[in-house]
């Protein structure tokens, strides 16, 4: 299991996010979803190693990994497909694919982790050679998130996977999403995509502010007039 225990994160004297508590359980899709300036990035990067937490700890099976170096997260079997997919245009999909097998149980297992990635999405099976600034955008979102597999992780974490993507490309990368939580990793996803989001989640987080104000079930969730107006972006 990964917990968030009462975490908070600071940009200067400001808490982005303020005492969020959640959690991951084994091989389960968890969604965290609120408006714009929710402080939804913030909390992901934390989880992910990339900054800083203030107080609070993240816990990976009971242990405090809060303080630990970015590279320990992916250690411990966390991996993240950030916000606008940050893939080395330069090279090519194979070397980008590649350079997400860095860590030692990843490095053995390349080639299939490969064969994996290029059944999920094979469409990249034939641009192996290509530059990655080359592709489309669906298509680099494809790279990103093979990339991240490439590690082997136990916890995905998914920052904004569907934005700028067209609906039909939208609706392929969430099955894709769905298939690889059904292989047995745990998602995380932040999403502004809201009713797919939750249609897609077993539990749902909604973030305000930095705060947690809801949180269970995604149809119950939906079902409360507030909570669709307020905070998902839904008329009643």
Do not use: W
Not at 33 to 52: F, R
Not at 144 to 149: F, T
């Amino acid at each position: 299991m990964y917990e968030v225990s009462d975490v908070t994160v600071n940009y200067g004297a400001a808490a982005a996010v303020s005492r969020v508590r959640l959690r991951i359980e084994p091989g389960e899709l968890v969604v965290v979803v609120g408006p714009n300036g929710a402080g939804k990035s913030t909390l992901i990067n934390a989880m992910a190693g990339l900054q800083a937490v203030a107080s609070g700890r993240l816990l990976v099976e009971g242990n405090d990994i809060t303080r630990e170096a970015p590279h320990r997260f992916c250690e411990r079997g966390i991996a993240i497909v950030p916000e606008g997919r940050r893939l080395f245009a330069n090279l090519s999909v194979r070397e980008n694919l590649e350079l997400g097998s860095y860590r030692a149980g990843a490095r053995s297992a390349r080639a299939a982790s490969l064969a994996r990635v290029c059944a999920l999405f094979p469409v990249l099976a034939e641009r192996m050679d290509a530059p990655a600034g080359a592709l489309s955008g669906g298509q680099q979102q494809m790279v990103a998130i093979a990339r991240a597999l490439m590690a082997r992780p136990r916890f995905l974490l998914l920052d904004e996977p569907s934005l700028g993507l067209s609906p039909m490309i939208t609706g392929d990368m969430f099955r894709a999403i769905r298939e690889i939580n059904t292989e047995g990793v745990a998602v995380l996803l932040v999403e502004q995509n809201v009713a797919a989001a939750l249609g897609l989640a077993r539990r749902a987080y909604v973030l305000e502010e930095g705060r947690i104000v809801a949180e269970g079930d995604p149809q119950q969730l939906l079902s409360q007039p507030q909570i669709r107006k307020a905070y998902l972006g839904i008329g009643a």
